[in-house]
């Protein structure tokens, strides 16, 4: 690994963007109220945008923009050039959807490199925003849960006890929508590989099949959940499946009769858990209970769509 004396910084946050004027702004304050005890930069790597976002970003001289026409972007190719561009020991990376909801959020996030050299690489926790749908709201809790517990952090490596592909997925999962990584195994011997879709997967079994360790912050939180249509959520359900089956992860196609029990316990399911949480207002709350079984059929329409159709391998 690179010596201490070749960074400017302890960390450079690297934000995505892309039309990202919605959250943009409460992003970069969140990111400029971090209490940290290094030093750290922020880069936005802007992809074309044609909204308001370079007039926001260019409201704040402290942040550093490089700006790459629409069709050089790729989520593994830009994430790597934010690695190439950045100045810190560690890279940390945001979406332009994804806002840090504490002002401890930075510590948090780089924290367990100081546990050991072998961890490489980090992912932080999401926390839906207040207007999500009820399945997408639950998903999220639901997923991040299942990586350990909120005091403390958790760490994955490859070992004997994974004995199936299963087990391998869940201990290689990573979302790099709030991550941080070793500048130095980024820019050497652990790139993101330049794929249409999941990158971040792909990122994650890479650094497990390696020989180092992943590490879960939970109390690195940031607020994040994607929003879409109805119909857009078929769509994003289709490349997200046809993403994880182009780069290697298995997905079974789930039958009919199979798809008809999964949409309606989880309609129950989230209508029970929606009526009870008491962060949702009336409103929404009622707005959920009607749109949601519709979420869960689009849902599974997409993983079908996606499992049944053509399939180009990465690497082909």
């Not at 129950?268 to 207002?281: F, N, S």
Request: charged letters at 25%; hydrophobic letters at 40%.
């Amino acid at each position: 690994m690179a010596s201490e004396k070749e960074y400017e910084f302890d960390a450079t946050v690297v934000i995505l963007t892309y039309n990202g004027e919605q959250h943009l702004e409460e992003i970069l304050n969140a990111v400029h109220a971090q209490r940290y005890g290094g030093t750290f930069e922020t880069l936005v790597i802007d992809s074309g945008s044609t909204d308001s976002t370079l007039d926001i970003i260019a409201k704040n001289p402290w942040v550093r923009l490089h700006q790459i026409p629409n069709s050089e972007f790729g989520h593994g190719k830009t994430r790597n050039l934010g690695a190439h561009l950045a100045k810190g020991r560690y890279v940390v990376y945001l979406t332009h959807d994804a806002t840090p909801a504490s002002d401890r959020w930075l510590h948090e996030i780089t924290a367990p490199f100081d546990i050991s050299e072998r961890i490489v690489a980090v992912m932080g926790s999401q926390v839906p925003r207040a207007d999500a749908f009820p399945l997408l709201r639950y998903d999220v809790k639901n997923t991040f849960a299942s990586f350990g517990p909120m005091h403390g952090t958790t760490l994955f490596y490859d070992d004997d006890f994974i004995q199936d592909e299963g087990v391998r997925n869940a201990v290689t999962f990573y979302s790099d929508v709030n991550s941080a990584a070793r500048r130095s195994v980024l820019t050497g011997e652990i790139p993101y590989r330049d794929v249409s879709y999941a990158e971040d997967q792909l990122l994650g079994r890479d650094v497990i099949d390696a020989g180092y360790i992943k590490a879960y912050a939970p109390r690195a939180v940031v607020w994040h959940s994607n929003e879409m249509t109805i119909l857009e959520y078929d769509d994003r359900m289709f490349e997200e499946t046809q993403g994880l089956r182009e780069v290697g992860i298995d997905v079974a196609l789930p039958s009919i009769p199979t798809v008809a029990k999964l949409v309606v316990g989880g309609v129950l399911r989230d209508a029970v858990r929606l009526v009870r949480d008491r962060e949702v207002t009336t409103k929404r709350k009622l707005h959920g209970l009607l749109v949601n079984p519709a979420y869960h059929v689009q849902r599974w329409r997409g993983v079908r769509r996606g499992v049944r159709s053509a399939l180009k391998r990465y690497g082909e």
